[in-house]
T-cell receptor
Framework: QKEVEQNSGPLSVPEGAIASLNCTYS??????FFWYRQYSGKSPELIMS????GDKEDGRFTAQLNKASQYVSLLIRDSQPSDSATYLC???????????????FGQGTILTVHP | EPEVTQTPSHQVTQMGQEVILRCVPI?????FYWYRQILGQKVEFLVS????????KSEIFDDQFSVERPDGSNFTLKIRSTKLEDSAMYFC????????FGPGTRLTVL
């Protein structure tokens, strides 16, 4: 079974700190990796995508991918109370060479940033 | 900024009734998806749709489910005979550089 695993948390960090969220996946055909943020009662919001090994930075967010270890992480610098949400890790394979395969989600990590 | 829209935001139905959930994907996207999320659980893939046909479906997407793109803008999910366990949030998504989700329809089956 293709699984995406995340620590459900809650992860609690003080305002201004770095929040580190981790994800492992079991399906080696996964080629695309995504981080979504989901506020309570809302839909997932795409915040980062990463396709190659290494780091990718976008503002306060850095995604890290290690395909050999089947590991993806998200760092949030200068965490703000508004970052408090559930963070979902998702993977996708590339059927037929496309990059639009179904997403397989982890259960999410609840992040709380306290003032 | 273009968004995926969904209607209705909340649908209440009786067990055994048919429901149609509607979505308007982002206009220049070609790939469309339905996902669902039962309360407190993971987001689960149901079906993907490209070029007017299903490209992939999950085990959840059985004969009770169907999808359609009846015109150039709408994308629908039909559940023919709803069950109690169909109660969930249903999300439509469309893909450009990544998949973008609509706000969801909360389906409650009584």
């Amino acid at each position: 079974q293709k699984e995406v695993e995340q620590n459900s948390g809650p992860l609690s960090v003080p305002e201004g700190a770095i929040a580190s969220l981790n994800c492992t996946y079991s399906d080696r055909v996964s080629q695309s990796f995504f981080w979504y943020r989901q506020y309570s009662g809302k839909s997932p919001e795409l915040i980062m995508s990463i396709y190659s090994n290494g780091d990718k930075e976008d503002g306060r967010f850095t995604a890290q991918l290690n395909k050999a270890s089947q590991y993806v992480s998200l760092l949030i610098r200068d965490s703000q109370p508004s970052d408090s949400a559930t963070y979902l890790c998702a993977t996708a394979a590339h059927p037929g060479g496309t990059s639009y395969g179904k997403l397989t989600f982890g259960q999410g990590t609840i992040l709380t940033v306290h003032p | 900024e273009p968004e995926v829209t969904q209607t209705p935001s909340h649908q209440v139905t009786q067990m055994g009734q048919e429901v149609i959930l509607r979505c308007v994907p982002i206009s220049n996207h070609l790939y469309f998806y339905w996902y669902r999320q039962i309360l407190g659980q993971k987001v689960e893939f149901l079906v993907s749709f490209y070029n007017n046909e299903i490209s992939e479906k999950s085990e959840i997407f059985d004969d009770q489910f169907s999808v359609e793109r009846p015109d150039g803008s709408n994308f629908t999910l039909k559940i023919r005979s709803t069950k109690l366990e169909d109660s969930a949030m249903y999300f439509c998504a469309s893909a450009g550089r990544g998949q973008f989700f609509g706000p969801g329809t909360r389906l409650t089956v009584l």
